[in-house]
C-alpha cells in the first residue's frame, strides 16, 4: 500500500512504521471489552478519522508524520477516503492466503460500514409541528 524505496533511517523505519500500523489497525477485530488483542470501537473510530480526516488534530497530526517521511498526509487520506467509497482495499500483509482474503473482504465491507455511519449526518428528529396531531386527524 505505501512505497518503500531502499534502505530507511531508524526514524523513517519507526515513522512508516506507525503509518502502517494505523492501517493494520482498520482491519483488526472489534471487541466489546477492549482485550488486548483486539482494539475497542472508539479506538478503531479514532483509527478511521487518523487516516481520512481533512482537517482537525488528527489530520494534522498525520500529515506532520507523513511530512517526516516525505510523503503528502492530504493525498493518502484522499487515498484511504477512496478506497472506503469502493475502490481497492489492499490487504495489510504482502502474501494473503485464501483465508485472509476472506477475512479482508469481511473487514472491509465493516470498515466501509462505519466510516459510512460515521460520516452520515445523524437522522433529522420528527417536529411535533410537521406531525398532525390525532385531533386534526379526527377533524378532518
Known sequence: MLPQDGPQMP??????????QAY???????????SST???????DQVISFLTDSAGSLARNRNALCSLIG???????TRIRA??????????????????LARHRHA????????????SPPPRPS???EQPRQR?????
Do not use: Y
Request: include cysteine; aromatic fraction near 6%.
Open 11 to 20: 526514524e523513517s523505519a519507526l515513522v512508516t512504521a506507525i503509518l502502517m
Open 24 to 34: 493494520r489497525d482498520l482491519f483488526i477485530a472489534i471487541k466489546a471489552d477492549g
Open 38 to 44: 483486539f482494539t475497542t470501537q472508539a479506538e478503531q
Open 71 to 77: 510523503w503528502d498526509g492530504d493525498a493518502l487520506a
Open 83 to 100: 478506497m472506503m467509497d469502493g475502490a481497492d482495499f489492499p490487504p495489510p500483509t504482502s502474501d494473503p492466503t485464501p483465508g485472509i
Open 108 to 119: 472491509v465491507e465493516r470498515i466501509r460500514s462505519r466510516w459510512h455511519h460515521l460520516n
Open 127 to 129: 417536529s411535533s409541528v
Open 136 to 140: 386534526d386527524r379526527l377533524c378532518a
